[in-house]
């Protein structure tokens, strides 16, 4: 009797039907054909034979390299050399954070798909908007070991019992301080946004610039296109470290690119940010939502205008010149290929301009700033 | 025979070869050192972010309501008491410069331009040492580099149109007497000097104690407790110290309520389960109206400035649908925002808010009325009641026996 090692239920059944008269012959197993491969007949004179000299293929190239040894170690620290510089410096700090576990210091929140799904049908187009900007932040997170997350801005039903259509700004920045506990800084970008100089890092560009970059609203000669009150009671500019920086168009406060520090204060802005008997009072008036929230409370509440630092705008937020068409001779707003303003933000594009165009239109400028002589590998 | 004696000239010679020799014999660890410490340097050098610090050197020094200040070294702050008959004489119309809104004919007060502009020779000079006087309280900032500030300031505002004078007196001289047993400071402003902050709202002078909470905070920058007594409370014990008593985390923590609702009796937002007493920086209690904002302690941080701001908000003092005004409006933020709300505590009434009872109270278990050794009284409703001198009365006289 053969014992049956069947894996299959196939097998099984097939063993099942077969009647047990037939069962004695031997079924043609793969097994017991194995065995009978396995069983070699070595004659005893074989061992006595000289062996003869084994030579793999590899011996020659091996004895070639050992008499080359040293131009190939050089010419090996040379490639490697090449392959530090072209290798981003980004890519070292985000695989030291894998490494140690550890949360970016700043991480870029992209805001997608914006009303998508819920409006209308994404056109080709759009999707191809959405495309470029996602890779020109990947890009550029990598390149300088930030970290990127990207957000659906899809209008979500949740909100629309308690009047809060596309506030989601202050739900994703809540949400994204969670998802990141130990991140420093936090920096927005719209979906229509382009970082043409992406070699610039936040800290040489932003950071270690501030005392020349930033201004407050507190004295008549600085920007201030809201006629914001200079001089509040209570507002502690000099002893309050900055917290959030943010840009102002030719109409006021832009938060299609800011900067936020995670900290208590944040915490407590992003907490109130959004009120209902607030919002009760103003939704009429409020038109751009949550912008035009926060301006009331930086006109109101000393605790929040004091931490706030303002960027130009072409700093981190430079307009096409659709954008501000009122403004439109006005240079502060407007981006600049001879000044290598960093962020272009095509501001209000879905509105009657063409994002599209202007996105391939900013690539290109990108691709020509950026274009490299041939000789230059990094 | 003798060969393997050594040699004197088997030695190897000293000096830089010796190392070399060394170094080639090592060759292979040395190497692998290096490349270690170059893979080290590479993944675990610290990125160079330090981040920045802002140049606040031309940036304007933080001012009160008004913009030219006063230092004082006095830990008790309060207005002069015996200018209260003349003021209500003159009446607050001729205190500040005034306009009319065009909708309800409503005062609006200006707080900006100086009060002297108007008449100034015209008026007799006791009047005009009274408006001047009226005006400097608000100027008074505590001069902190000079004097070490109090731990705890007790803040009251007074109302010379609603009290006369010998009662105003006692207010003023009940929070002076525990102020000066237990070293707090006090401050103490008449509700008229904010006028001109609430007099476009369509809600009334309840408000008043949040802008001079704030007012407290920004003349006591180093205190750090701030407690709001209104008018109609009486500090009942002089010897209670609230730091030892209250707001120390040991004595803090068995007197939270945790996982209570905010507004009674069945609210559904409740009070955090695992609030930590050391994050507590807004301790409140409750009647049976909702939160007592009578008596409340506030810290003097980013957290107590930023409630205290963001509740005195113009779009909650015009706001409809607050019918108990800031008491609402602080319910409102607690069931709201949770962040607040996380940092609040509540505590028992007979902590720091006891409620007056009419009727002799024999009750053991209450948790509520007045009982020997509570720290302050509440004279809840004595308006109503018009008893309000009486009642204070009563608890002055077994204080001053």
């Not at chain 1, 303002?310 to 600049?336: M, V």
């Amino acid at each position: 009797m053969v014992i049956f090692h069947s894996e299959t239920r196939e097998y099984k059944q097939l063993f099942d039907s077969i009647p047990s008269s037939q069962l004695n012959s031997r079924p043609p197993t793969s097994r017991t054909m194995d065995h009978e491969k396995d069983i070699q007949i070595i004659p005893p004179y074989a061992a006595l034979q000289p062996r003869k000299k084994q030579r793999s293929p590899f011996a020659s190239v091996k004895m070639m390299l050992s008499s080359f040894k040293k131009t190939l170690m050089l010419l090996t620290c040379v490639l490697m050399f090449f392959v530090y510089l072209k290798f981003p410096t980004g890519r070292f700090k985000q695989l030291q954070q894998r490494i140690l576990n550890k949360d970016p210091e700043i991480v870029i929140i992209l805001a997608a798909n914006e009303g998508g799904g819920v409006l209308k049908w994404k056109g080709a187009q759009e999707w191809s908007v959405e495309r470029s900007s996602i890779n020109n932040k990947k890009y550029y997170a990598n390149k300088h070991g930030y970290g990127l997350t990207i957000k659906d801005m899809t209008i979500k039903r949740r909100y629309s019992h308690e009047w809060r259509e596309s506030w989601e700004k202050v739900d994703i920045l809540k949400q994204t301080m969670r998802q990141f506990p130990n991140t420093k800084w936090f920096w927005w970008l719209d979906l229509h946004t382009y970082i043409i100089e992406p070699q610039l890092s936040l800290e040489e560009h932003i950071f270690n610039n501030l005392n020349n970059l930033t201004y407050r609203i507190t004295n008549e000669k600085d920007f201030n296109p809201l006629n914001l009150d200079l001089n509040i009671p209570y507002a502690d500019y000099k002893n309050s470290p900055v917290e959030m920086l943010i840009t102002q168009d030719c109409g006021g406060f832009n938060l299609g690119s800011f900067l936020i520090k995670k900290s208590p204060w944040s915490e407590l802005l992003l907490d109130i940010w959004w009120d209902p008997a607030f919002y009760e009072q103003m939704h009429m008036i409020w038109e751009h939502k949550e912008q035009d929230a926060f301006e009331t409370l930086y006109r109101t509440q000393p605790w929040i205008r004091e931490r706030i630092g303002f960027l130009p705008l072409k700093s981190i937020n430079a307009f096409p010149p659709g954008a501000c068409s009122d403004k439109a001779d006005d240079p502060q707003f407007f981006y600049n290929e001879n000044d290598r303003d960093f962020v272009v933000n095509m501001a209000g594009c879905e509105w009657g301009r063409d994002c599209w165009a202007e996105m391939e239109y900013y690539k290109s400028v990108d691709r020509r700033l950026h274009k490299k002589p041939w000789y230059k590998f990094w | 025979m003798h060969l393997a004696f050594p040699q004197k000239n088997f030695k190897p010679k000293a000096g830089g070869i010796s190392i070399f020799a060394k170094l080639q014999r090592n060759k292979k660890f040395i190497s692998i050192i290096i490349f270690l410490f170059t893979l080290y340097y590479l993944l675990f050098r610290e990125s160079s972010s330090a981040f920045f610090n802002l140049d606040s050197r031309k940036l304007p020094e933080a001012h009160g309501l008004y913009n030219d200040e006063t230092l004082t070294t006095r830990t008790l702050i309060f207005p002069p008491v015996e200018h209260a008959p003349l003021l209500k004489q003159l009446g607050v119309s001729l205190l500040f410069p005034v306009a009319h809104n065009g909708i309800d004919k409503k005062a609006i007060y200006d707080q900006a331009p100086a009060l002297e502009e108007t008449a100034k020779d015209t008026l007799e000079d006791q009047t005009r040492n009274v408006r001047e006087a009226f005006k400097n309280t608000g100027k008074l900032v505590f001069d902190h580099k000079n004097r070490k500030s109090p731990e705890v300031v007790i803040v009251t505002d007074i109302d010379f149109e609603k009290y006369e004078l010998n009662h105003l007196t006692k207010i003023v001289q009940n929070r002076v007497d525990y102020a000066q047993a237990r070293h707090y400071g006090i401050y103490v402003r008449w509700t008229q000097e904010f006028f001109p902050s609430v007099s476009e709202d369509k809600n009334d002078n309840s408000w008043v104690r949040l802008l001079i909470l704030r007012a407290a905070m920004h003349a006591f920058p180093e205190s750090k407790y701030f407690w709001y007594l209104n008018q109609d409370g009486v500090i009942v014990n002089y010897d209670a110290d609230i730091i030892q008593t209250l707001l120390t985390p040991e004595k803090l923590n068995p007197l939270l309520l945790k996982d209570r609702p905010v507004v009674p009796p069945s609210g559904a937002i409740h009070t955090y389960k695992n609030t930590k007493p050391e994050n507590v920086k807004f301790l409140i209690t409750q009647d049976e109206r909702g939160l007592n904002t009578n008596s409340f302690i506030m810290v003097n941080d980013l957290y107590g400035r930023a409630l205290l701001e963001f509740w005195s908000d113009k779009l909650y003092r015009n706001y409809n649908n607050f019918p108990l005004k800031e008491a609402s409006a602080l319910m409102h933020i607690l069931q709201w925002h949770p962040v607040i709300l996380s940092r609040t505590g509540l505590i028992p009434a007979r902590t720091i808010a006891s409620s007056h009872s009419v009727v002799e109270n024999t009750d053991e278990n209450n948790d509520i009325f007045y009982k020997k050794g509570d720290l302050a009284v509440i004279l809840k409703d004595c308006q109503i009641r018009k008893s309000c001198e009486t009642e204070f009365d009563t608890y002055w006289s077994k204080l001053h026996k």
